[in-house]
């Protein structure tokens, strides 16, 4: 089965595993794993931050990150597409307390100026606005990429107004390679990163959440009462090293791949709307004659497994475990559909 669902469902190369094999280990809840200090102070490093925090998953990053940045009460702006709002079980609400301002972006991205409208007014019956949260790249957007200049901008309303602001980027490393931007340049404007090693990156397991040391040591705690203090955890950090060190070139493959089959598709008469094919993910309208659940079916008897994510679109999202082999494959079976 050549598998189209998600960039998660990667799974790690020999080379990988080796590495995870050979991992020095300990108990990391007493800080006594090697590999995941190294991880952590690797993750920090490239991108110029002070530490990093290893968890099992990118929404516990998110959820930590969201926990320290506020206080019950408080207010976050996000995307209506965001992925802490749409997919992280109403963890704001569960974990947080907090509400949620939600704005309406172009695929998942927002401006300056729409933070400015979101803010609510300093008021004894107004929820205080604390923290903004932006993602980069999107996901239900489609992979769509920040203009690092309108991150900037967002920034400069964030310092005026005292808000933190968080970088949900499970895919970051797509949108760096894509626009040739650098890790420290993210790392200089963001009061947290989260970075997911789990999608293009290929490791099985791992997320990394990056901030100030004062930081860090606050989401170690939050980190420990949601039960994600793990113990020898370094054969995980051991993959997540790995890949840092030898998956992140690789990427902009994934950005062929994905515009390669987003090319052949829109040649079809039942493909209606493809949004920009940016990094690796394609979402595309199907209508006429064939609904996304027909589509869908039809891919998966010719062996290709992919997402209907709404009535009228199907996702498809390129990752490390699909060759330019597979790639010819699935553009010769959507011609002949
Ligand atoms: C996948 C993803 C996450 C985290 O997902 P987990 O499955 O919890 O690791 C967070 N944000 C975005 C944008 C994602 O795509």
New binding site residues.
Partial sequence: MIDLR?D?VTKPSPAMLEAMLKAKVGDDVFGEDPTVNELESLAAKIFGMEAGLFC???????QIAIKVHTQPGDEVICDKL???YQ??GGGIAFNSGCSVKLLEGDRGRFTAEQVLEGINAFEDYKARTSLVAV?N????GGGSCYKFDDIIAIKKVCQEYNLGLHL?G??LFNALIQNNETPKQYGKLFDSI?I?L??GLGTPVG?VLLGTNTFIKKARRVRKVLGGGMRQAGFLAAAGIYALENNVGRLKEDHLHAKLIAEALSQKDFAGEILPVETNIIVAEIKGSLTPTDFTAKMKAAGISLMAISTNQIRMVLHLDISIKMVHEIIKTIKEL
């Avoid at 790249?137 to 239900?140: D, H, L």
């Fill in positions: 998600s998660t099992p998953s990118g929404t516990m990053t998110n965001a992925h802490i997919y992280e993602e790249t999107t996901n239900r949900d499970a895919r989260s997911c789990s999608k997320s």
